[in-house]
């Protein structure tokens, strides 16, 4: 679903490479976590898979489709068809109520309103949004806002969700039942998901982990596999150093 080949960025600001040559694969259907410490360039590495912002060195593919080599409109329009993006901080609109906010990208791409109304009220009902409709942000708890970016993120179908620190925010409870709605995605409905966390507790819910430090990859564990104590144990013993 996505290979990325060669990735770099550096800032704009010093020109010090944030992002440093990376390569990876993540397959359709899988669940991946890149797992590094705050500011290790995980984000910037998720917005350039996402097409969000461009690569210095390197492409990424996207469903076989070349995301950086393509026009800017196009690249725009590829990333609305088959890309959701559930943000840190949600990003949600605070003008917007729940409804129009999980329907905003559907409304941007100009889409039937029958067809609006019927994903947006699925959605709604799916992660239990019910009587919150005409609320607006500032009156939902953080959880609820995490939902509302889900489904927003989903609202448009897309073949890939890429999810940044998903429980930064979010207490204990809050966070693992944003956790358990991206497994059971992942589970029920085979969607790809690709998300980012310093967190080791949250990078377990996926079924591979890129550890990541430094621009860099560092190495890679699959759940469930003998060595991964050992792996974990020497990469935060790393991150330390």
Known sequence: MIEVKGLG?????????????????????????????SGSGKSTLLNLMGGLDVPDEGEVILDGLPLHSMP???????????????????QLLPMLNVWENIAFP???????????????QRLIESFGLEGK??????ELSGGQQSRVAIARALIMEPKVILVDEPTGNLDRHRGREVLDILS????????????????LSVA???????????GRMESEIRRGEGGMAHVLE??????QA
């Open 9 to 37: 960025k550096r800032n704009r600001s010093d020109e010090r490479s944030v992002v440093k040559g990376v390569n990876l694969r993540v397959k359709k259907g899988e669940f991946v976590a890149i797992m590094g410490p």
């Open 72 to 90: 800017e409109k196009r690249r725009t329009l590829i990333r609305r068809q088959k890309i959701g993006y559930v943000f840190q901080n949600c």
């Open 106 to 120: 559907m409304l941007m791409n100009r889409c039937l309103r029958g067809e609006i109304q019927w994903r947006v």
């Open 133 to 138: 409709e005409d609320s607006f942000p500032n």
């Open 184 to 199: 059971r995605l992942h589970r029920e409905e085979q969607m790809t998901i690709v998300m980012v966390t310093h967190d």
């Open 204 to 214: 377990g819910f996926a079924e591979r982990i890129l550890l990541y430090k430094d």
């Open 234 to 239: 020497d990469f935060l013993a790393k991150l």
